[in-house]
């Protein structure tokens, strides 16, 4: 009788196996968990709107059992018959099952359930019946039952075998076929009625902007937990119509400030470990490549896949393409995000995200096309402050969909309408508006537009100097690192004075978030030999060696780059800079360790023995390199450089040595020529 949870669409939220399984517990603790089961079915709200008379049905069934339950406590029970406790035992999971079904209901997509309905009915009526059978083997007569309560259980046989198939009704099954042939018309690039879409919408109940972005929400859930392509293709289509019928029926949205409803949340709130250097975003899948750097897999893949050989944070040739799972790092990103109450679904690491990844048919495409133009030409009709606001916080949160949506809203010519907004004095629009153009900077051909659109740099360059709000200045250098992921723009941008002073003051005076930003901006800029001058003109080896004891990792990777690309003497002579890289070397953390000796390598070589001899006056140096050296878990340029480092200091000491003994001989009377070439071949080799 017991049926399997593959029974039942995979859901996330869906029990374990084990809900499925009768409790092994005494026959009284048996028949009072049955009683709470029944109650806790009876407190249940039928459906609304789909499949309500389904439910209401076996609810009120459900209400009938807990009175049988109810009498059968009364009595004084030590052991109920056999034949009872096998039925009690398979009614508790058809009970079990009944409470699960309407849960799922309840808590899931209404767009998806009308598209399941006749198989939903089916659901409740084989429950139904099975419910019917038991009742049918139930011994009434082996309990002292009151004469009502037999002629409840009679009653409810009696419903059961009265549904002979399960009920589908046919108004559900009308909106089911006018909710397919409005995905039809769209597929065919027809824009919907607008009041046949406003009669799917109050069927459903979707009746406001707030109803809608939950059914988008659930849509997501249910994609990210669906195993079918076929179903997973239908989800996103419905998906799109949603968020079109949203915009188009209710507006845009009032953005809120609680999180609850917002899918997108706020970029800042992420720790830096957890987001993907390239996209910004929360990793879901994160791999190490061969330089021992971290990113999410979709992002690293499509970097290569588009030409690229070199590590995006370090500027480093990769020696190979492999990707290595970071999982230590993966079930940190869950454990985090389980605990902030973030909704995440873990990716599968042989498969492409089933949401973020390219629209998978042309009925979802389409209709995120017109989600785009609607709110595009609504914003170019010059709206008041307040509605620009909810229009371009409406972008910002399609932006951040998918590739395909960064596509169809620059497509439609949003990245000129949002110049303007740029300068806003209002915060929250500024900071959607640059956001917005963040997100969209992520698809490359976008990046194109967005360096070729007349005013829209300047616009950027213009809150990263002076944003209302730190996080608008935070997501302008965000952008500006975007940008720079294309090597033509990389150069372009390091010309600009204004953005190298920007991406400084913001290093220097913003909150983590933000100095984390500018910072990565900082990085790819410092790739560029021509530009780490201009970088060092303006004040970056000081500003980097300020933050090193707040963020070591960013700080030591960005003295590396400018040390290793012209700037090692700049690095060798800032204040405390050779000190506190050999801190980072000897107590930072792994990833920063490694870029730590890269930086010390290049300023040893470049800045002299006085340099040197700094470095060996570090306590415990030499044994953080040994320990570099020999890591399990560190990367095999990371024990290069840690070796390179090593001879540095052997021969430095070597050469003290040597000195020292010369110079104990020259009190003596012997010559000191040969010391000095010999000190002079020694440096010479460092």
Known sequence: MAISPQHFPPRKRRPSAGSFISPNVSDRKLVQSLLLLSQEISDLKPLQFLLSRASSSIIRKSKLLAVLFEEILRTSITFLPQTAVLCFQEIYIVLQRIKTLIEDCSNGSKMWLLMQNESVANSFHELTLDLSTLLDIFPVKDFDLSHDVKEIVLLVRKQCRGEIEAFIDPGNKSLRHDVLKLLDQIKQEIVPDQSKLAHIFDKLGL?????????????????????????????????????????????????????????????????????????????????????????????????????????????????????????????????????????????????????????????????????ATFLVNKLSSSPSTEAANRIVHELRVLAKTDSDSRACIAEAGAITSLVRYLGSEDPNLQVNAVTTILNLSILDANKTRIMETNGVLDGVIGVLRSGVMWEARGNAAATIFSLTAVHDYRKKLGRKTRIIKGLIELAKAGPSSSKRDALAAILNLAGEREVVKRLVEGGIVETVVEVVDELPEEAVTILAAIAKRGGALAVASANQAVRKIALVLRNGPERARESAASALVSVCRNGGQQVVALLAETRGIERAIWELMGGAGGTARAKQKAASLLRILRRWSAGVDYHQHQHHQMQEGFSSTAVTNTTSRTILHV
């Open 207 to 371: 009746r406001d902007s707030i109803s809608c972005r939950d059914e988008i929400e659930s849509l997501q859930d249910e994609v990210r937990n669906q195993n079918c392509e076929k179903s997973t293709a239908e989800m996103v289509a419905l998906m799109g119509l949603v968020r079109y019928g949203k915009c188009v029926l209710f507006g845009a949205s009032t953005p809120t400030s609680d999180g609850k409803h917002d899918s997108l949340v706020t970029d800042t709130i992420f720790p830096a470990d957890f987001r993907c250097p390239i996209s910004l975003e929360l990793m879901r899948d994160p791999v190490v490549v061969a330089t021992g750097h971290t990113y999410d897999r979709a992002s690293i893949g499509l970097w290569i896949d588009s030409g690229h050989k070199t590590c995006p944070k370090t500027g480093q040739t990769l020696s190979h393409t492999n990707m290595i799972p970071n999982l230590a790092l993966k079930n940190l990103i869950l454990l985090w995000c389980r605990e902030q109450k973030i909704p995440i679904e873990a990716e599968d690491s042989n498969s492409k995200s089933k949401v973020n990844s390219v629209i998978v048919n042309k009925a979802a495409l389409e209709a995120t096309k017109m989600t």
